[in-house]
């Protein structure tokens, strides 16, 4: 039997530990970051595979049992539990990924993706904070209890995914096939960036879904001469920037049929919490570069639209001629990389789809237009009134002195919406990175303080959570 | 003094030459294509002034006097005269260019660019019409007369330019310093494809001039997550769309201020002529590989449209992820090379001033453009009652066997506006390309067929122009 006394001591005693060993995981955390675990190249297959390999040598060394990794069609999948906090207590699922973004360009980085700077209170390195740092801060908390109090003050199940950046494909089969691994009373996922950055932690209830394409237009069999076939070879590139353009309209709106029709629009109540979150816009504009922000869609707030309106944006472009000097060709083809974000209630398959057959009718008869659905996740939301809710804003505040605010999360995490979906399982987003910290771009980087505070706060919220009843914890 | 009896047995010798040394004269244009001379690529340099070295070098051995590299600020410019004919001969100006538009995408090729492939009656190779061909034919009809009758009938001054294919920037400032080597009664270009498919010869009256850009659309200072800044971030790729997108109408019109305000609309009579102009646009579709020819610019036919009506072109895009799988992130900026072809008598530098300062005032304040202007040249067009053409025209049925046809050519040859505005010299196009030669595209070809009965018709043209007087061909 623990007192509330013990408890205090035994959370104390782990915080304290975690201060202690502070050089030593730095020095672990470089070794993690290291390896190149970029999910959407093939040729980083295998250090995808050796980073799945270091989080369960991890794992087995802290005293955390089952550690498996399991092979799925996409690449591995990693779950351990430790289920000897005793039958009332609550059991937690503990989800967070392995896997990163591409790193180009690389020459845009001040030093290479994959070795880490640490510098500023900051390090920088390509998965600092999206998402193997706070993978990584789970990991260390987790050892903090099995160093200091030979066990934790609750049941856990870690579920380590290594796909998130391209889509998590594997997931819904996975939870499906293998939900006795992953039962729980509540899901804390840690890949959010709710912080603001003067040290406000956030609390993220909402995530937006997302659902990506790649289009290709085609014209002539090859490049021709712009001189003898101009004016009668339509340019798939000059049609492919007319296909894409015409996609929003002039009040900031996507225009496939029915992309709107299952937007759950803000509450009264939201809007209101929107417009108190500190947000400086001017410093936005810094931290951004832009010159201004968008006029974006009519009617909503700047930070509405970063978080709780969908979007749409051409990821990528090419075709035709990019070297020196000029070359007077109409080009075969054109391509991009097309995303929408999506927000409660849009389904991702059925965007997915209308998407699809919206560009295939749009496309004249003087080219040809392919397109591809290259991944989707649904969005998600958190009911504020979840029982899960004050015990993370305790053991923030108790982590960073500061208690924290609401707000939704304009990024996806697929697994959400799955893991409701599927096992009727609530998550609490519990991130610690910051919006500011270069997430798929260069100079990716994650701060000191933020992961210092935050393993406190995890070793915190397992002590808060584990005070509570398993049943008390359901939504 | 030559009787006509004489100069008809000259002429036929000289063909007979022609024809007797082909094997030999194959495997020299064998040599001469071996050569990449791109004048686009810096890295290519060298072998642009290989190229010059390698002409000069024919030029001498042939018995061309004064062949000269001329330096200028970018590739060589080439001179060489023969003037002994007597100053009642009239003088003819060549004009070749020996360089050649880059050549990838190289994996396009059925064999190397830069490796000539002599099949079905064709030289695939770069530069193999595009204009190393020409300027070969040129070389071996005047080697045809030197050997067999020791002189030319006529004078004759070459001009061969190596940097035609990115906008001829030197050739201005080299006709004013240099007008004393260019003098001539007429000027012949060799440079165009107005052969239709099926051995037709045709005469060139008209050349689209140009005007390309390189513009650059810049919106945060590196590539954004675009879930935490979609929706705030305007996207530099979505803005160049819309921007391009915005650049023709719905009626295929350049939408750019005063962009047809000079344009000269074509005569009733060139529109009967086109109407009889041999064209089957089931085969055209053919050799383009295109599903449908392009609506384009209401009020004008499909081959009018190809020659004698401008057109804005996208000749590349890019910018952003275009990797495997999906990136998920706004790109900091995105850039694409456009052109117009103009037609007599729009100005290429206004309309250079006109797309820039229009672009520029389209561009949002979300993002920053930037509009280089890349080269340009100027339209032009030879009246038709030049008393050049007759000769043109017969040499060309004495070589073929057929009667040419008259057309503009959809292309752009600078030169051409350049002498006539600055020496007032008019040129006559006598071109021996085939417009489904793959110009400035992968498994560029000439007909091996027109090149043989080519040269026979510039040995036939020399003779023509040779029983003139000079003051008889100046228009």
Redo the contacts between chains.
Sequence with gaps: MTTETDAVRMTDAAVAHLREREADHLAQFDEFLRIPSV????ARNADVQRAAEWIVAELERLGIEQATIHPTSAHPIITAEWLHAGPDAPTVLVYCHYDV??S??DD?WVRPPFEPRFEDERVYARGAGDDKGQLFMHLKAAEAWMTTAGRLPLNLRFFFEGDE???SGPIETFIDEHADLLRADVCVVSDS?TFDDHGTPGIGYGL?G?A?WEVRVS?????????????????P??V???M???L?DADGRVTVPGFYDRVRDLTAEERAAYATLPFDEAE?RAE??????????RGYT?QE???A?P?????????????????????AW????I?T?LVPDQDFREIEQSMKAHLESIA?????ASVQI??GGAPAITPLDHPGIPPVARALEAGFGTAPLFQR????VPVVAALDAQLGLKTLMVGFAN?SG??????EWMSLRNIRDGMASIVHLWAELGAMKADDLRA
Tied chains: 1, 2.
């Design positions: 999910s959407a190249d093939p973004q591409p180009d360009p845009e950046e391209v889509g960036d937006r997302i990506y014209g002539p069999a090859h490049d021709v001469h712009s001189g003898q076939y101009g004016g009668g070879v339509d340019n590139a000059n492919l920037a007319r894409l353009a015409s929003t936005w951004t570069g832009v010159p201004a922000a968008m006029d974006g869609e700047l639209r970063l978080s309106r979007t749409f944006d051409i990821n990528g472009i090419w075709g035709g001629y990019s070297g020196a000097g000029a070359k007077t060709i109409i080009p054109a391509a991009a990389k995303s974000r004249p008869p003087t080219v040809t290259i991944h999360s304009g990024g996806s919006p270069n997430f798929h771009a260069p100079n």
